[in-house]
Nanobody
Framework: QVQLVESGGGSVQAGGSLRLTCAAS????????MGWFRQAPGKEREGVAR????RYVQSTTGRNTISQDSAKNTLYLQINSLKPEDTAVYYC??????????????????WGQGTQVTVSS
């Protein structure tokens, strides 16, 4: 029912910026909490940012800004001042629950295929 497709990844030099895009389909009731996760080679998946699409349009923490465009059913992740440690596959995820309950990756029901981000020094 819910489909998520990430795009916007690529190779970037350290200090640069990227904006990742997640195109979503399906009822908004099925994806109230949306988030970005990443997984670096040989490491476990970790959360980057989450947003309740019924409450916020944008949320910033550190170098990351998660935002959504409800009219376009699109989720974004802006990463500034990229570092080599940001190199990973970035995944978009969604869950019907509010973000008060969808806290960890295991809580999210729907996932995209991921987009590769590679940061060189």
């Amino acid at each position: 029912q819910v489909q998520l497709v990430e795009s916007g990844g690529g190779s970037v030099q350290a200090g640069g910026s990227l904006r990742l895009t997640c195109a979503a389909s399906g009822s908004t009731y099925s994806r109230r909490c949306m988030g970005w996760f990443r997984q670096a080679p040989g490491k476990e998946r970790e959360g980057v940012a989450r947003i309740d699409i019924t409450r916020y349009v944008q949320s910033t923490t550190g170098r990351n800004t998660i935002s959504q465009d409800s009219a376009k059913n699109t989720l974004y992740l802006q990463i500034n001042s990229l570092k080599p440690e940001d190199t990973a596959v970035y995944y978009c995820a969604a869950d019907p629950s509010s973000c008060d309950y969808a806290r960890n990756g295991g809580d999210f029901r729907y996932w995209g295929q991921g987009t590769q981000v590679t940061v060189s020094s």
